[in-house]
């Protein structure tokens, strides 16, 4: 998996210093998370949401391909209540995709790729018998995250497109051999794309 997001790094790299039509852009959204994996069998998780926000850069490589890295904030995590008691595991990303796009004239898309995430923070809050807290659980968890993210959404002319992805955990995010626990769910992002042309690579 690193050896992909590092060549689908370099190809991007290349394709930036050829490309007269590359877009920058700013996206923001809602996150639906949840945990998987044998690990979380049993143990009555449900999704949580969270939000993820930051940039992207949209590189054509063909009349409908591009190359889309993004750069992202991301709050992932799950939840588990019983009654009054509660658990909150609120795992905060710093995460990479390197999207594959095909994109129609028609403004729809289609995208997927590699993501690999660096945890920033890990915490536990909950409620139990009464008694509230919070404790910082980063030490427990794998220090990076990779999942396969699959989407779809559609551009304006005028730069702005809305998008929904399914990243799909590929590894244990747990600090241990044995373990095997995942994370993964569903974000829907408004995006906002300003540079090249605007309507975008197969737009004309």
Do not use: W
Request: hydrophobic residues 40%.
């Amino acid at each position: 998996m690193k050896k992909i997001i590092l060549a689908l790094v370099v190809l991007t790299t290349t394709v930036f210093a050829s490309q007269a039509q590359i877009r920058f852009g700013l996206k923001a959204g809602l996150n639906i998370y949840n945990f998987s994996g044998d690990d979380a069998d049993g143990e009555d998780f449900k999704s949580k949401i969270g939000f993820n926000a930051g940039g992207l850069v949209n590189i054509p490589i063909s009349d409908n391909f591009s190359v889309q890295p993004e750069l992202l904030y991301s709050v992932e995590g799950a939840k588990q209540e019983d009654g009054d008691d509660r658990a909150n595991y609120n795992l905060n990303y710093v995460n990479i995709p390197v999207m594959l796009q095909f994109n129609s004239t028609s403004g729809f898309y289609a995208e997927a790729g590699p993501q690999i995430g660096f945890l920033t923070s890990a915490k536990l809050d909950y409620k139990i018998g009464g008694i509230e807290g919070d404790e910082d659980i980063k030490e427990s968890f794998k220090s990076t995250n990779f999942s396969l993210g699959i989407g779809a959404g559609y551009k304006m002319s005028s730069g702005f497109g809305v998008g929904a992805r399914y990243n799909l955990g590929l590894g244990n995010i747990l600090d241990a051999t044995d373990a095997d626990l995942k994370v993964g769910g569903f974000n829907i992002c408004l995006i906002y794309q300003f540079g090249g042309s605007k309507g975008g690579e197969a737009r004309k």
